[in-house]
C-alpha cells in the first residue's frame, strides 16, 4: 500500500543519515515506477557497496 512505501522510505531515510539518497516514483510516459539511488563512502568502492545495497533493499521494498 502507499501507506507502507511511505513508511518505509522514512526509515530508509533515517538510516541513510545523509549518507545516500533515495527516490521512487512513477514514470509519467510509462506504467512503471523509477527508483533512483546515490550514496556517499570514504572511498569510491565503499559508494559503489552501500548504493549496491540500497539497491538490493529498493527492489525488495517494491516487491521485485
Known sequence: TNSAVKQAMQEAKKALDGTGRIV????????????YLSAV???SDAAIA???????EGTALLGF
Open 24 to 35: 521512487v516514483r512513477p514514470s509519467g510516459t510509462e506504467p512503471k515506477i523509477k527508483m
Open 41 to 43: 563512502g570514504d572511498t
Open 50 to 56: 552501500h548504493r549496491s545495497k540500497l539497491e538490493n
